[in-house]
């Protein structure tokens, strides 16, 4: 079956001159492609990078600025001249685009979170092609390695994509750096992502990118956590969008987890702060990780933040320290400890229906950026 829901992420150096300036002639190769894409019945979105490259040159930037204010006003000016190509060169095929600017906090945010999810589903249902990007000019964390390779798997989870392409100048992951070792080798399938592949991701690959071969390992694993494939794959090519819509592309495919998270398990993986912490004995870590059971107020050895009824607190083992997940509070911090001193310690803490568990490697990679 030939995907039909597609993300395609396309990053700074995939969109750019060798001195860093946008290139008209690699977004036209690129919009090409979703035009004819998008004429077959494919719905699409376009995660696409670029907006300071397309607007440092207008302010008289000789080059890709360092700062982070010059970053922003180049993303200001930047963002209306990427629009615009991508605009120009859809409407020639009569095809309609959209832009939507998101960070972090319309993610964490769960309301926020459902008013993106049900405007996305609106300009799909009615043949646009939505382009994302980080709003950049006004979020100063999300200025950081990888942050649409991020953004674009977060996307592709939450419209349930039927595949996510990360468009790139290397064409997939590799067992080393492929420009500093000609041993290394490209793993074409991936069934899971384990640490020793974490631990072998190298850097950032390109002057003019922010992102490493190690934020897309991260991307990979919140998507495939969310049942949506995943293609790394060069965008060298000129027809790179074509062929990885049709699974043919040369790169790394990622296979999706067979149940994928759902809307609500997604959320609280991923996205949900945690405001407070509490422990755990042997016992209700068992419970929890094992058998799918709530986790119980007598189960618990010690409660630490802030956290109210209904907010969200990560779960440790007493014994080992090990975060097992997160989960929504049906009490307060201050009634959960007044319970275990008065040893009355009774009734669900957390229900499993509020529950998420974490494994090593998403803890690992989601506690690293």
Request: proline letters at 2%.
């Amino acid at each position: 079956m030939k995907a039909k829901r597609i993300v395609f992420k396309v990053g700074t150096s995939s969109l750019t001159n060798p001195d860093g300036s946008l290139s008209r002639q690699k977004v036209k190769v690129i919009t090409q492609q979703l035009a004819l894409l998008h004429e077959s019945g494919h719905e699409l979105i376009l995660v696409s990078s670029g907006a300071v490259a397309a607007g440092f040159g207008a302010l008289g930037f000789k080059k890709r600025p360092t700062k982070v204010a010059d970053k922003q006003a180049s993303a200001a000016v930047g963002q209306g001249l990427l629009m615009e190509e991508y605009t120009a060169n859809l409407l020639l095929r009569n095809i309609v685009s959209s832009q939507i600017l998101l960070t972090q906090d319309d993610f964490a945010d769960q309301r926020r979170y459902k008013n993106a999810h049900q405007a996305l589903s609106v300009l799909l249902n009615r043949g646009a092609i939505p382009i994302i990007n980080e709003n950049d000019t006004v979020s100063i964390a999300e200025l950081k390695v990888g942050d649409n390779d991020t953004l674009s798997a977060q996307v592709a989870a939450m419209v349930q994509a039927d595949l996510l392409v990360l468009l790139t100048d290397v064409d997939g992951l590799y067992t080393a750096n492929p420009s500093q070792d000609p041993t290394a080798k490209r793993l074409d399938r991936i069934e899971h992502i384990s640490r020793e592949m974490i631990e072998m991701a190298g850097g950032a690959g390109s002057s003019n990118g922010t992102g490493g071969m190690l934020t897309k390992l991260k991307a990979a694993t919140l998507a495939t956590e969310s049942g949506v494939p995943v293609y790394i794959c060069s965008s060298l090519k000129s027809d790179a969008l074509l062929e990885a819509a049709q699974e043919q592309a040369d790169g790394s495919y990622f296979l999706a987890e067979d149940k994928g998270l759902k809307t609500q398990k997604q959320w609280l993986a991923f996205y949900a702060e945690s405001k407070g912490a509490v422990w755990v004995d042997a016992g209700a870590a068992e419970a929890l990780l094992d058998h799918g059971k709530s986790l119980l107020i007598s189960g618990v050895t010690k409660a630490e933040g802030d956290f109210s009824y209904h907010d969200i607190v990560s779960v440790y083992h007493q014994e080992t320290g090990q975060l097992l997940g997160k989960g929504k509070v049906r009490l307060g911090q201050s009634a959960v400890r007044d319970l275990l001193q008065s040893k009355r310690a009774k009734g669900i803490l957390i229900h499993r229906d509020d529950w998420i568990s974490v494994t090593p490697e998403i803890d690992l990679l989601f506690t690293e950026f």
